[in-house]
């Protein structure tokens, strides 16, 4: 267990349908990165939040939104699925000063959320 | 991520057999990452490197990151089944935002 819970590990939804993604940081991190991960793709960046503020974007798409609560978990919500929107999608954390990781932890990642749109 | 480059793809080697992965950018970078991942699962954090020179070791797997700070390689001593999944390099190329390599897939042969 890495510390990083990301709920669900799997969903099955249809195309047009909204998700909602959530991850829980390891303790006393405060910053929470999201990515994608597909076969074509590989590992993308998508968004990062540190103390509920958004820090850095990526390559997210306009149908795809995320925030960060005050008690520090995250949801990424995907809406107007399509089929290409299907892939392994991870959270991580990280503790440090103003989101940059601490040496001896780099980035901790959750164990993903498999998204399949059919 | 085509900043930082990965190789080789994919590796099969004998077990027992020494191996090395490289991962390589244009940039120099601020902090190197190295993680590996079981298929479909999480990332496990390997080790970071920050320092250019600098060469850290865990067990039989050791990454070095050269004096540019631009290459970095990974090698795995007496490879083990255990050993096999996929390394992917990841590097602070912005300060906060961690980007990765392709990853390189390792199947070890018994």
């Known amino acids: 267990d890495s510390g990083v819970t990301q709920t669900p590990k799997h969903l099955i939804t249809a195309t047009g349908q909204r998700v909602t993604l959530r991850c829980s940081p390891r303790?006393?991190?405060?910053?929470v990165y999201w990515y994608q991960q597909s076969l074509d793709q590989g590992l993308q960046f998508l968004i990062q939040?540190?103390?509920?503020?958004?820090?850095a974007k990526g390559n997210i798409l306009e149908r795809f939104s995320a925030q960060q609560f005050p008690d520090l978990h995250s949801e990424l919500n995907l809406s107007s699925l399509e089929l290409g929107d299907s892939a392994l999608y991870f959270c991580?954390?990280?503790?440090?000063?103003?989101?940059?990781?601490?040496?001896?932890?780099?980035?901790?990642f959750g164990s993903g959320t498999r998204l399949t749109v059919v | 991520s085509q900043e930082l480059e990965q190789s080789p793809q994919s590796l099969i080697v004998q077990e027992g057999k020494n191996l090395t992965i490289n991962c390589t950018s244009s940039k120099t970078l601020y902090g190197l990452y190295w993680y590996k991942q079981k298929y479909g699962e999480g990332l496990i954090f390997l080790m970071m490197l920050q320092k250019g020179g600098e060469e850290k070791s865990h067990e039989k797997i050791t990454a070095k990151l050269d004096e540019k700070k631009q290459q970095s390689s990974l090698h795995i001593t007496a490879s083990q089944p255990s050993h096999a999944g996929i390394y992917l390099c990841g590097a602070d190329m912005y300060g906060n935002k961690l980007v990765f390599g392709a990853g390189t897939i390792l199947r070890v042969k018994s």
């Open positions: 939040y540190y103390n509920g503020e958004e820090r």
């Open positions: 991580a954390s990280s503790a440090g000063v103003q989101g940059f990781p601490l040496t001896n932890y780099g980035y901790t």
């Open positions: 303790s006393g991190d405060l910053s």
